[in-house]
């Protein structure tokens, strides 16, 4: 059975013809799908060590079997070439098997974060129209598998990667993928490299998520470009900290940088010193990613992890967020270890510093493209001419490229703002260029909150706020935090004679509404009333000076 094209899933914006034959044409694309990219992996290092967990050590070999397991059990129960799976999964190999299983049959991978809860999956379930759900237990979560058995109404069947062998009716272990007794009959379908191979997603200023769809031939050339600017070969050991899902973990170059050079992804579970440094250590790491919060936690532990040793084979990637020019030049120093910043979007462009640039720049810039082939802009984001402002000037960065979509899944409207009529995607991201081509981020345009380097929307925090029944109104807004980047404030009028809502009572309800733990505010303000301008909006500048008025913003 052959995957659908991109053309004929409603929705999906296709490349241009004549776009698509030139990057076949130069080699960019090279008519591969994941599926078959795999494939070629497993020939090439069968028997070197694909990823390493909890010290359990899974060569390329075995992996492939389970995923061929997994893939033919998944065909047999009705998946089928198209079909949309969301996989809420946390790193481990589990993932990893289910992913390349979705990518034979051809199945379309919905790519959702493990911290994502119920309001999350089920908008992401809707707009993908997704037949099938991987989840798992998280932590913190006593009562998840109840919430997922609530779900089920929604999608025909929910997998469960968990212990528990009383789940609640409606859910299958996900275990049971792996129910074949060999890996005979294998999965083989024809599909095409121009075919929808995934869907990620993006943060913003709406409420509803905004699906990128990626194909197997833009994604696949990220990956390769991306895993050679690096350095990658068989001698890499890559830690996955961050999330496996994530677009910086996954392909800048990330995990499948790593299997197309033939090195060894080792898991993390956590995030925290007192597992990360240590695994670094023991399992020899020579690169993983973080985002500048997590790097600073991780300089500020080393002293009584590390006792002063230095991490000299370490190339640490840091991105989600700009990073302070101070933390860097820190990380270089008292970690010892080669500094790379990448700045990119789900979107398409990566943008990295490279590795033999000199430690200053490294610090102080954002990188500059991975490919010759992407073509950049800055443009005055108030002109709708996107006239390209002067040399050195800060200004919009728009971009179009071989891996940079042309348009959101199933979103005309945002395609209308977000992209312009010759195919540059409009980042929202206030940049400036040096004479030698890298960029400086100085900013975003509009209100979303860049938070830990995920991107939270303060209108879909306002609306939740505003349906308990205590408030009057709501407005969240982003402060500038040396740690975070923004911490969340909102700003709460409550009915006459209500009980103030403390952060602790907010962030309790925005829970049990369902709402991700990084979007929850750090900081409650009870306010009278909100300002609003001459016709009537709210005045988030005012409100914002009002509320650092309250509590002055750190100096730099």
Known sequence: M???DPR???GAVPWPDDVARRYRAIGAWQGETLASFWERCVERYADRAAVVDRGLRVTYRALHQR????????????LRAGDRVVVHLPNGPALLECLMALFRIGAVPVLALPGHRRLELTAFVERATARWLFSHQPAGAPNWLDTLAGMREGVERIFVASDDLSLPSGLDPLSRLLAAPSADAPVSPLLDPGALALLQLSGGSTNVPKLIARTHDDYLYSVRASAELCGLNEQTRYLAALPMTHNFSLSSPGILGVLYAGGAIVCARTVTPAEVLPLIEREQITITAAVPTLAQAWLDASPRYLEGRRLPELVLQVGGAK???ALARRLQRELGCRLQQVFGMAEGLVNYTRLDADPELIATTQGRPLSVLDEVRIVDPRDPLSTIVPDGAVG???????????GYYDNAVENLVRFTPDGFYRTGDLVRQTAEGDLIVEGRIGARILRAGEKVSPEEVE???RSHTSVVDAAVLGVPDRALGERTVACIVVKPGAQPLTLPMLRAFLREAGLAEIKLPDRVEAIDALPTTAVGKLDRRALLARITEAQPLPQP
Request: charged share 30%.
């Open 67 to 78: 995923v061929l397991r997994r893939a033919r059990i998944a065909t047999e129960l009705g």
């Open 2 to 4: 052959s995957a659908r």
């Open 463 to 465: 609306r939740i706020i």
């Open 323 to 325: 990073l302070d020019a």
């Open 8 to 10: 004929e899933l409603p």
């Open 396 to 406: 919009e960065l728009q971009t179009r490229g071989p891996y940079t979509i042309r």
